[in-house]
């Protein structure tokens, strides 16, 4: 599994690896100043509790589509709500990689994923909604694979080059 950084999910890791020692995670975060601090501390932890690995660095896209590729899903759990000038494009780089989303509901997390059908939506102040989700999918309870290439297709159905292209001369147009 594949997630962006967050406190209460690497606790929520560490219960999970306990019960499920075949699981890992994977923590990627860009190269700062204060990932660097910090993920250091963080890639020490997943290694001493042998949890996953620690990505500290600024991936190029190619990168990108590879870590993307390995994951069976990639969690964003990310709590605060978005606008469209800072909309979290992991989740989209993710989907148009075929990869079902575990995200926490938000403003914008919820227009774009529909539970159950294209990704996972949990509540933030719900842990157990989030840990009773990746135990679904470790179990198989879920098509990854439909759910996935729902993903996918929700991103080109959205986000393709000609539907952005037709949108802007529509503006332009009027």
Known sequence: ?????????IKIFLELRKKYPLIRFIVC??????????????????????IGDVIIKNLTEKEKVLLYNIADV??????????AIDFPITIL????CAKPIIASSNNITSTLIV????????STNDRYQLIRLIEGIIQGTYSLSSIGNAARNTVLNL????????????????
């Open 29 to 50: 975060t860009p190269d700062t100043e204060l990932n660097k601090r910090y993920g250091l501390l963080l890639r020490d932890f997943f290694k001493n509790n042998k």
């Open 74 to 83: 990639v969690i964003f759990p990310f709590y605060r709500e978005f606008t």
């Open 159 to 174: 986000c393709s080059c000609n539907i952005i292209r037709n949108r802007f001369l529509k503006i332009l147009s009027k």
């Open 115 to 122: 539970h159950g059908k294209n990704g996972f939506l949990y």
């Open 93 to 96: 780089e993710a989907m148009s």
């Open 1 to 9: 599994m594949c997630i962006r950084d967050s406190p209460e999910v």
